[in-house]
């Protein structure tokens, strides 16, 4: 009997801890998305963060491409500015980027949505999970249209950060929340593809 209940005890345990992880939270927000399922997807993402990633991409191009004609002293400028139009678009036009991402979550229409970049079908899109400080990092692998020919398809990888959010008993279980994509892997991702939204 004894040996029933440690075997028990550890089992609720190990189901404890996995419940935590953010590969659990990686999994129900995938769900969601799958089945169209706004409030799960709510619970698990930071829609705002990803509802102003068509400014941040804007601004991304810009800035790659004023580098390439301007040198360094036009890519300071760019961002200097860029950033600050980037804040107002993202103010102004937030809440109803945001309304729009949620309608295509609901209907399952997500093509598009990231610019041309597609992850990978099956289990192929995930490249890992990484620590970052507090925060985690989970690489998502996908295709998009090259930069310099477009008809052609090129496998690159996106970087989505998690931020933990504590449960409601002591802090525990944890919930892992996606609130954005990672600046620098944007900045590879213009750089490498022809993204359009």
């Not at 229409?109 to 899109?125: H, Q, V, Y």
Request: proline letters at 4%; glycine letters at 12%; a positive charge.
């Amino acid at each position: 009997m004894k040996k029933l209940l440690v075997v028990a005890l550890l089992l609720a345990a190990a189901a404890f801890v996995a419940r935590s992880s953010v590969y659990y939270s990686v999994f129900r927000l995938q769900q969601g998305l799958d089945r169209g399922d706004l409030s799960l997807v709510l619970a698990y993402a930071d829609l705002k963060a990803f509802a102003t990633l068509p400014v941040d991409v804007a601004v991304a191009v810009a800035t790659a491409e004023t580098r390439n004609v301007a040198g360094a002293l036009g890519e300071d400028l760019v961002k200097a500015f860029g950033g600050a139009l980037g804040d107002g678009i993202k103010r102004a036009g937030g809440r109803l980027a945001e309304e729009k991402l949620q309608s295509h979550i609901t209907t399952r229409d997500l093509e598009g949505l990231g610019g041309g970049f597609r992850p990978n079908s099956g289990l192929s899109w995930f490249g890992g999970v990484h620590e970052a400080g507090e925060a985690r990092v989970l690489t998502v692998v996908g295709t998009c249209p090259a930069r310099e020919d477009k008809t052609r398809r090129i496998e690159v990888s996106v970087a989505v950060s998690f931020s933990p959010s504590k449960g409601p008993w002591g802090g525990y279980p944890l919930d892992w929340r996606a609130m954005g994509v990672e600046p620098a892997s944007l900045q590879q991702a213009v750089r490498d593809c022809h993204l359009s939204f």
